[in-house]
């Protein structure tokens, strides 16, 4: 959520942001500013009241001990009329709070400067790119469903029987290759210096409004309406909320966390060509990375994290490309986004496997997570995350890529953790 501050404090740099992501926020801003106003005249009206109120009431004492009680119980008469006073005003001040928060509730965060102007994904920019595509001379590649099934590695229909469509069911080599990649980006990630976080799969209300899931994405979210609860659609909802109300000093940071979980997504409206197999699923398998940062810092930060995730998907040996989000393609939540994409061989086309971003103080004031700066003042963190690696999609471009006459060939720096070289039809 943007502060009220930034918005009437930085008004223009407010707009020119949010025109980024196709947004004219001067009519909700100016309504902000008029709400304000009236809190803070009902501030200064109770203010008066609860002083005058006050003073009566120390005149009500004096005169109590003179034995005036006459004119004691007029002031009375009028104190009684000051707290009502004193009621309505704190109601007011209650209203105009109420409704500057449902106003900042409909904004989303403010692209950074460096985002590109577009309205679609067809505006994203590359930034830059890497990997050789995979030629494939003696015979025609397979898609990885198709694959699946030759090598015994995922049961879609199994899947569907036990649950429904999205929900695959791993087996064999297909299960281990799944196991091997979530080891392999922890450690990776531990490496790096993160801290590894098992998380709960299942959150509260406050965590999801915390991280900006709820209430923009509550229709793509799986709700446990018993309890109240909601399945966790990434790891980064629970492993930001564990920094919910939580006051830092900037001797902690930088703070660097990464957690496997499984996430679920209900994914409203996907259909056709582009949901096949692996490629959009209701529950699928994530590493996450998250940092922590001071607000000077979080661009190197995300900078770093964006090399990182280039160096995971270079050992995977897959060609990959980086895209800078345009500001109609950017999250509600995010500032500034970048996407990893490997390229599918057989389906001859680019698959989305990470996203990094900065999310500014965007989630750190609907979080309440603060530090204390050089003067003891509170101020509010930034946040990041970033996929490293969303497991679906990489394993789809593993399979397509690597496959030949003998089998599927297990990228180099998995094996320690498979524990075999090459995938050989059953």
């Known amino acids: 959520m943007l502060t009220t501050k930034f918005l009437l404090e930085q008004t223009e740099e407010a707009i020119e942001r949010l025109s980024i992501k196709n947004i004219d926020a001067s009519g909700v801003i100016e309504e902000i500013r008029e709400k304000d106003q009236n809190r803070r005249q009902a501030q200064s009206d109770l203010d008066g009241t609860l002083a005058e109120q006050n003073k009566l009431s120390k005149e009500i004492g004096q005169l109590m001990r003179e034995g005036k009680r006459e004119q004691a119980e007029e002031i009375k008469e009028r104190v009684a009329a000051l707290k009502e006073q004193a009621k309505n005003y704190e109601e007011t001040k209650r209203q105009m709070e109420e409704q500057v928060q449902a106003l900042l509730l409909t904004l989303p965060n403010a692209a950074s400067l460096t985002v590109p102007r577009g309205r679609s994904s067809e505006d994203n920019v590359v930034e830059r790119s890497g990997g050789v595509k995979p030629t494939f001379e003696d015979f025609t590649p397979l898609p990885h469903w198709e694959l699946a099934r030759e090598y015994d590695l995922i049961d879609f229909e199994l899947g569907v029987k036990l649950t429904g469509s999205g929900f695959p069911v791993y087996k064999g080599y297909g299960a281990r290759l799944q196991r091997a990649l979530i080891n392999y980006f922890l450690d990776s990630a531990r490496a790096e210096g993160y801290l590894e976080i098992q998380p709960p799969y299942v959150v509260n209300e406050d965590s999801g409004y915390g991280t900006g899931q709820l209430p923009d994405k509550e229709g ?119 996407d990893f994409e490997v390229f599918s061989a057989a389906q001859e086309r680019w698959l989305e496997v990470s996203s990094v971003s900065n999310f500014e103080e965007f989630q750190a004031n609907r979080l309440k997570c603060r530090f204390k700066n050089d003067e003891k003042k509170t101020e ?32 180099e720096v998995l094996r320690p953790y498979t524990g075999f070289n090459i995938i050989v039809k059953p």
């Open 380 to 411: 509010l963190c930034h946040t990041l995350n970033g996929s490293a690696l969303a497991l679906p999609r990489i394993v789809a471009a593993i399979l397509e890529n690597n496959q030949t006459p003998e089998g599927i060939v297990i990228p």
């Open 220 to 338: 793509q979210m799986y709700h446990i309406g018993l309890d109240n609860l909601y399945l966790i659609p990434t790891a980064e909802v629970p492993v930001t909320n564990i920094f919910r109300d939580v006051i830092l000093d900037k001797e902690d940071f930088p703070i660097k966390l990464t957690a496997y979980s499984a996430c679920f997504r209900r994914e409203a409206g996907s259909y056709g060509k582009d949901v096949r197999g692996l490629n959009r699923l209701h529950q699928f398998d994530k590493v996450e990375i998250v940092r922590i940062d001071h607000p000077n810092h979080s661009y190197e930060s995300l900078d770093e994290m964006v090399k990182y995730v280039e160096r995971l998907v270079t050992s995977l040996g897959l060609p990959y490309r980086i895209l800078r989000l345009c500001g109609g393609d950017l999250s509600f939540t995010s500032a500034i986004t970048f």
